[in-house]
């Protein structure tokens, strides 16, 4: 009896203590359409767990190597969700990995969501994790293009 007690026990301390599965969607507020690229962060103190935004706005989280994320409150972001296009710049220089003369490439960003949702503190994206709720919709604002700049970087940085 003592021993079916003990196995009972640690099974509810295991089962209770887990990482919550947790994913949703990224969709935009003009029309629904997906934001197909980025990452999104969950934060709570100096945790931090991170998922990958798919080609649809799906995302799973994941803390660190384990999958799900642990019950708390969070304050959420949403970061590298960029456009990227290779800009060719006309200079002719030496490509190291084909060594050959190529074009020199740099690679031009521009974001695909309103600069708000890229800090924790200006997102105003927070959420429970409390094991009852697995699933967190977004919906986010596009950039505004009166005041949006195209950050060039250069290849390999």
């Known amino acids: 009896m003592?021993?079916?007690?003990?196995f009972s026990i640690l099974l509810l301390f295991v089962v209770g203590c887990g990482n919550v599965p947790l994913s949703g969607r990224v969709t935009f507020t003009d029309n629904g359409d997906p934001l197909g690229t980025g990452t999104?962060?969950?934060v709570s103190g100096n945790q931090q767990?991170?998922?990958k935004i798919d080609v649809n706005g799906y995302y799973k989280v994941n803390f660190g190597t384990k999958s799900g994320i642990p019950k708390g409150e969070y304050k959420v972001c949403i970061q590298e969700a960029d456009q990227e296009e290779a800009v060719q710049m006309g200079k002719i220089v030496l490509n190291p990995v084909t060594g050959k003369n190529e074009p020199e490439t740099f690679i031009k960003r521009t974001p695909l969501i309103a600069a708000k949702y890229a800090n924790v503190e200006t997102s105003g994206l927070e959420f429970t994790v409390d094991g009852k709720n697995k699933t967190f919709d977004i919906a986010v604002d596009r950039p505004d293009t009166s005041t949006t700049n195209s950050t060039i970087s250069t290849e390999g940085e």
């Open 49 to 51: 767990a991170t998922g």
């Open 2 to 6: 003592m021993r079916y007690l003990t």
């Open 40 to 42: 999104i962060c969950f």
